[in-house]
């Protein structure tokens, strides 16, 4: 978990298997440690859109980078997580005049979920997913279900920590997320996004949506989301249509490659959410 303001965003990666969750994580890190935070008055504002982006790239570098099976991760969780080491990496590359860092997730999506909070606030958030439509298309001896195709989120390359290898889990993106106070550890919402690589991004998104910006659940779900496809250095930011043409137009002045006003059935790329939030008062 990492402290954001009051609220403490807690990730549950399926089976302890690849920690994905680490990119929404170190992304909320990055706008804490930069002070960018105190800096957004509101959320779909220029200088939001931009932070979260650059936040989430510098996640998805150090993910694709070293998450894999935490048998064979070459560096700690906790060395992820540093605030010290966070703040360092992102006073040095971030920006907030200038789109300028890279990363690189894969982009797929095969998931559901479900959000359940009972009357004395205990919460489940669960995500499960097949992966790629029909999974690896292996139907087991006398079952009606296929096996799901997490194998696919291994890399190939040579002495990375992710590579294929025996009896080794590999990295992928289910994420189920909760919200908790800060001070108690009481329920303060539970959340997903789901869509393969949208997971980290949209909990970052809906995260900051309702803390910094005191949006309602159902407000935080419509807001117009960001999806980086690729992540790469040149590659395109995906604007879902809603989001305010000034800020379109400061973002790609700030250097930002986007593709703005991503409508109908190609909204599916920022993924299906759900929220519970809990009202602290009355329960």
């Known amino acids: 978990s990492v402290p954001f303001r009051d609220v403490r965003l807690w ?30 008055d509101a959320v779909g504002t220029t200088t939001t859109y931009h932070a979260m982006i650059e936040m ?94 997490r194998g696919f989120g291994f890399t190939l390359e040579a ?26 550890g009481d329920l303060y919402a539970t959340l997903s996004n789901m869509g393969g690589n949208m997971q980290p991004q949209g909990h970052l998104q809906l995260t900051i949506d309702m803390v910094a910006g005191g949006l309602d659940p159902q407000q935080a779900v419509d807001m117009p989301r ?17 989001v305010n043409d000034v800020v379109v137009n400061d973002l790609v002045q700030m250097g930002h490659k986007l593709q703005a006003d991503v409508a109908g059935r190609s909204r599916s790329v920022f993924g299906r959410a759900q929220i519970i939030k809990r009202d602290r008062e009355t329960g």
């Open 11 to 40: 990730q549950v990666p399926l089976n302890g298997q690849g920690i994905a969750g680490l990119i929404a994580l170190q992304g909320l890190g990055h706008l804490e440690e930069t002070n960018v935070i105190p800096k957004i």
């Open 56 to 149: 989430m790239r510098l996640g998805f570098a150090d993910n694709r980078a070293h998450v894999t099976d935490p048998r064979y991760m070459d560096v700690t969780v906790e060395h992820m997580l540093d605030l010290q080491r966070i703040n360092e990496r992102a006073t040095r590359m971030f920006d907030p005049n200038r789109a300028t860092i890279a990363g690189a997730p894969d982009a797929s999506s095969c998931t559901v979920s479900f959000q359940v909070v009972d009357t004395e606030g205990n919460a489940i958030s669960f995500v499960n997913s097949n992966f790629m439509g029909f999974g690896t298309g292996i139907v087991p001896d006398g079952c009606g279900f296929p096996l799901q195709n």
């Open 159 to 184: 002495g990375h920590p992710n590579v294929a290898a025996p009896s080794k889990r590999p990295y992928h993106t289910i994420i189920p997320g909760i919200l908790t106070h800060q001070d108690t």
């Open 226 to 242: 960001f999806c980086i496809p690729d992540a790469t250095q040149g590659g395109i930011v995906l604007l879902e249509k809603g």
